[in-house]
């Protein structure tokens, strides 16, 4: 064990100034500096001073945290030495400062003519000059900044492989398993959001396109065919999209940080039947077509409309394909973490600012601290909005803010409608053509039966319409359609009157369809001949 002394906080210095006695006391972790220009306080002398101290020997003692203990009746011999000008200017901020004196003094000199008036222009245009080639600088050495995390980041991902490649065990922290019928298949990583998010691929990795006149203004219509195009094509339009909304100049956006950004995020969505990157393109789609058909830029600042926006592009990120009720049911991880609330859209959130922590994929890398606060403040919210377990609790709190008229400079009453709005294009498929609507009820029933064969498997309460044994196609929507999609869009259109016949009126064909289907679909089927030839020879 070591004496009392070694554990101290600080330290204690008794020194001779001049024949005057002073202590001084710093801390173990400071710096020599710090040191000196205490000392050079206690003298009474300036921080440039030169300070050499001596013991009761006369010896030389160094100057740093180091330095031995002494006694009041054994101070150091304090000696001091101001610095001649030559010698200030030749040190740190005195030379600086003499630096910055002479050019000012020489600006001064030259810029002032014998009418004495001031080149004013002259020195506006050679200020600009200098400040126009500082930021190229400094881009450049942000660029090179991202360049070297990137190799930071791979190194250390090389580091990773070369480790698991020779652990001679399974670390079954990490890992949970997949059960097939009754036995274990394999094993997969744990659903976390503290994984790194890395770009698996860099630009350009897919060509460039150029979109028609009439590709750009079908884009804005709820009506837009989301089936028909690939996954690169679909990062092409939300380029589009960002761009064309002044988003990208809004917030001062990298092109290229733009393109990795989306990269990253298709990255992290799952292929999951419904919850995919697709799911993730519809939503963003719809919000795009909403913006426009409903004018929201005259209601709405374009940072409103980049938190709307990049909120629908991250709102699923890395959803496994099994819903909250299954989470908390089965304590997850996810679920453990969250207590329960909300554990995917938490996730969701976690994972989009993790994906915004890197360098190259951060589209708000140049907006400021104040800025930022805000976006993430508003990106956050709007995802954990998607929870429809919140559903009557955000629809409720809209209600309250319509009546008696909505106050747009209310930041309480603007908040609430793009809560709402981000669940209007969550949940807009059946809003599309019966052909474009129609194969998402078909992956949505795939992944709830996914989960309902699960559940039962694992032993676990089933919802009953996500029971294959129990749902059909039009049990699924009639009463989703009725009881939350046309009540919600009603709502809305109070507000946008435009909404009524763009969404609330195809939502009632879709209504009235699926009634239609489900009363053929419960019709007995006619009687066979050979049930009839049965019949008569029975007779």
């Not at 909005?385 to 209600?399: C, L, P, S, W, Y």
């Amino acid at each position: 064990m070591g004496n009392a002394s070694s554990i101290e906080p600080t330290k204690t210095i008794f020194l001779d100034i001049d024949g005057k006695k002073e202590k001084i006391m710093f801390s173990r972790h400071c710096g020599t500096r710090d040191i000196h220009d205490l000392i050079a306080h206690a003298a009474g002398v300036s921080r440039y001073a030169e300070i050499s101290l001596k013991d009761s020997t006369g010896a030389f003692v160094s100057l740093n945290p180091t330095m031995p203990i002494n006694t009041q009746s054994s101070p150091y011999k304090v000696t001091s030495k101001e610095p001649s000008p030559t010698t200030e200017s030749s040190n740190g901020d005195g030379e600086v400062f003499t630096q910055v004196l002479s050019q000012v003094a020489s600006q001064f000199n030259n810029q002032f003519s014998k009418e004495g008036v001031f080149k004013v222009e002259e020195i506006k245009t050679d200020i600009a000059t200098r400040l126009s080639a500082l930021e190229r600088k400094m881009e450049l050495e942000g660029l090179k900044a991202v360049e070297i995390e990137k190799c930071k980041r791979d190194i250390s991902d090389i580091k990773d492989q070369i480790w698991n490649a020779q652990k001679k065990f399974v670390d079954f922290n990490r890992l949970r398993p997949v059960y097939v019928g009754n036995t274990v298949d394999h094993f997969y990583s744990s659903l976390s959001d503290e994984r790194k998010i890395s770009l698996k691929r860099d630009v350009p990795s897919y060509p460039k396109y150029t979109l028609s006149q009439e590709t750009i203004e079908y884009l804005k219509q709820p009506t837009f065919d989301i089936w028909h195009w690939e996954p690169n094509e679909m990062l092409s339009l939300l380029e589009h999209m960002f761009h064309e909304l002044g988003l990208v100049a809004e917030f001062n956006i990298n092109p290229i940080t733009l393109k990795r950004f989306f990269l990253c995020v298709q990255e992290n969505y799952r292929n999951n039947p419904f919850h995919n990157f697709r799911h993730c393109f519809c939503v963003t789609q719809m919000m795009y077509g909403m913006i426009h058909l409903c004018h929201l830029w005259e209601v709405m600042t374009r940072e409103d409309l980049g938190i709307l926006m990049t909120a629908c592009v991250c709102h699923d990120l890395d959803h496994p394909g099994y819903n909250n009720t299954y989470q908390i049911n089965a304590r997850t991880e996810l679920a453990i973490r969250y207590n329960d609330i909300s554990p995917l859209e938490n996730h969701h959130c976690a994972v989009a600012f993790k994906i915004l922590s890197n360098p190259e994929c951060n589209i708000f890398a140049n907006v400021d601290k104040d800025t930022f606060k805000r976006i993430r403040a508003g990106i956050t919210m709007l995802i954990l909005a998607t929870d429809m377990a919140r559903h009557g609790e955000i629809m409720d709190n809209f209600k309250m803010k319509l009546e008696p008229e909505f106050d747009y400079k209310n930041k309480d009453s603007l908040d609430t409608l793009k809560m709402v709005l981000i669940k209007c294009c969550d949940i807009s498929n059946e809003v599309r053509p019966m052909e474009v609507s129609e194969p998402w009820v078909d992956c949505l029933l795939e992944e709830y039966f996914n989960q309902s064969d699960r559940e039962k498997m694992e032993g676990l309460p089933v919802a009953p319409f996500m029971d294959r044994d129990k749902v059909t196609k039009p049990t699924a929507q009639i009463g989703f359609i009725k009881f939350v999609l046309i009540p919600m869009f009603e709502t809305v259109a109070k507000l946008f009157p435009v909404i009524d016949s763009t969404m609330v009126e195809p939502l009632r064909i879709a209504r009235d369809r699926y009634e239609d289907m489900k009363e053929k679909n419960s019709m007995p089927p006619p009687p066979s001949q050979s049930n009839k030839k049965k019949t008569v020879t029975e007779k």
